[in-house]
């Protein structure tokens, strides 16, 4: 059964409303530790990133293994199959999905409303930090999870290439007030500790 289907804030008008998704089922291999539990210096990623978009009105769905207390939960049907199974299993009820994995410790809740700005006519907004495309901390419209149930599509860039997607480069998010280094995820305690140290 969804659980997504039996909470309060569904009576918020679908085409003017807004969600997100919150993905927490990665294998984590090269971290060496579930991602969501990581603590990047206030609690575990994965409570941190679920509090801060829904203190921002983002209403938050966990994608993943295991469920974080007080938010609507959809539960992977394999373990590790990544994120486009978890995503195609999820059925927008809004216009407007964030969409964001637990690896971005310095994510902004702030974010999501600034890249309704860039959003414009297009159907997602995908921030690309050194050429590289963050699809998995990017704005979505609804429509977008058409071309998912339509398809064969098996990565997650496979779907970006179905959409027309507005692309904010590093410029363009220091323009609109975002710091690029929020929207980053990482990979390796490596990559936590170089990016933790950068924001000092």
């Not at 309060?8 to 990665?26: C, F, I, W, Y």
């Not at 994120?83 to 974010?111: E, G």
Request: glycine share 8%.
């Amino acid at each position: 059964m969804d659980s997504r289907y039996d909470t309060d804030h569904m009576s918020e008008s679908p085409k003017n409303g807004r969600e997100a998704v919150l993905l927490t089922g990665g294998a984590s291999r090269r971290m060496g530790t579930d991602k969501a539990s990581l603590d990047a210096g206030n609690g575990p990623l994965g409570p941190v990133l679920a509090r801060g978009l829904s203190e921002a009105n983002w209403p938050v769905t966990v994608l993943g293994r295991d469920p974080i207390s007080g938010f609507d939960f959809l539960q992977d049907e394999g373990d590790f199959q990544g994120p486009i199974v978890a995503l195609k299993k999820f059925q927008p009820a809004r216009d407007l999905v964030f969409v964001l994995s637990c690896d971005v410790p310095l994510f902004d809740p702030k974010t999501p409303d600034k890249f309704l700005s860039i959003l414009g006519e297009g159907e997602a907004v995908i921030p690309s930090i050194s050429g590289k495309l963050q699809p998995l901390c990017a704005l979505y419209r609804s429509s977008a999870w058409s071309h998912l149930r339509n398809s064969g599509l098996s990565r997650v860039m496979e779907w970006i290439d179905c959409l027309q997607a507005r692309i904010a480069t590093e410029t363009t998010l220091v323009e609109r007030g975002i710091d690029p280094r929020s929207v980053m995820g990482v990979n390796t305690r490596e990559d936590l500790r170089i990016l933790l140290l950068e924001e000092l």
